[in-house]
């Protein structure tokens, strides 16, 4: 049993102790979790994790958390932090998070931590609604003539959705906004999946190694491209951000530098993720052809398919805090600066907070975690609701007989989920 008591600054805080759990479930879930078989579906999975308590010992320190109401006060609570460039050099030489990828993803956004992090993102001002507006017409041609392509694929049999779509309007998107070549685009997306390994929940030395050679290819290319808006200054959000950062930082070298951070978080955000809701999104609804048949009478409802992707199975799994303080989480000890691993894939379908929450149902009241929480809420989560909403308005009038050919596969990861491909065929 946890009793609650008052600390000094008079916030209510549990201090009773659970037993501590069992870490070699943890170990075989985790190794269960990197099977093929996990990949295509972790929730039986979680479910387990769950069933042992809403956090959980995680094998190599720190803890687990499943439940919902757990993650949401984490995301929304100060006393949490993220595991910023100082906390990251007290790991020690030789771990992951001293690792050159890691070094620099610790000075992008959503690393950083108040102040740093306050400044950061009121200089950003990005996607706000006259912005989205002007995107609009831009997504809307794009994700048309994608959909060109697909239904040329299509006529002589079967395409793989995600190469030809869910690959490529979010990068063309982003692009397009930060005013890249196109020639560019594909180079971009490879370096993407490369560099996210650096912030995935357990990456291999391999891993690691292919994330620091993509994150400095893509230092010196948006290093290039801040030079050159400096330069050749324009109507684009880099021109933009280096005029804002100017009143903010004398020092030119520190307001590119700033810049360039930016520029690199835009990107990184914009594309891995939202590639993974498009694709999933698109597969969940052939999964489920009575939605699928519905939303095609019903296209009013395509917002909401969007928000009960995003519960049922979002881009990220992972989310990832440290504690300013020593504190009790749901009945477990956590010392200070130590990690803790929100499982919002998890979190999403705790039957505590959904009726039924392995059912994917266009209906359901949307509450989830997919876009984080608290002053790290995402900053292109209206980007990505948009793209989504765009692609599938079209989708299901110009394609309603589209089906699935077979079983799509899945990156080896754990915190980003990725489809390797998706192919699909008309009826």
Sequence with gaps: MAADTEDQKGDVVETAITPPSDRRFAVSLFARLRTAQGQANPFPIYAELRARGAVVAAPWGGHLVTGFDLCDRVLRSRDWLEPD?????????????????SREMSRTLPALNPPDHTLVRRSAGMFDRASLEELRGTLSRVTSRLLDTLAERLHDGEADFNALVGEELPVAAIGHWLGLPAADFPRLRDLTHDQVFTQELLPSASQLALSDAATAELRGYFTDLVRHRRAHPGDDPVSRWITVWDGLESDRDKADEAVYFLTLFVLLAALETTSTLLSTMTLLLLEHPRQWEWLSVHPDLVPAAVEETLRYDPPTHVISRVASRDC?????????????????????????????????????????L???????????????????????????????????????TWAPRVAFRRLLNLDVTLS
């Design 370 to 408: 997919a876009f984080s929480g608290g002053i790290h809420y995402c900053l292109g989560a209206p980007l990505a609701r948009l793209e989504a909403q765009t692609l599938l308005h079209q989708l299901v009038r110009r394609f309603p007989r589209l089906t699935l050919v077979r079983r799509p």
């Design 328 to 368: 009790v989480l749901g009945g477990a000890e956590v010392r200070k600066d130590e990690m803790v691993h929100l499982m919002v894939g998890a979190a999403n379908r705790d039957p505590a907070r959904h009726e039924d929450p392995e059912l994917f149902n266009l209906h359901r009241r949307p509450a989830h």
């Design 85 to 101: 460039a100082r906390w990251r050099e007290r790991q020690g030489d030789g771990t992951r998070w001293t690792a050159p990828s």
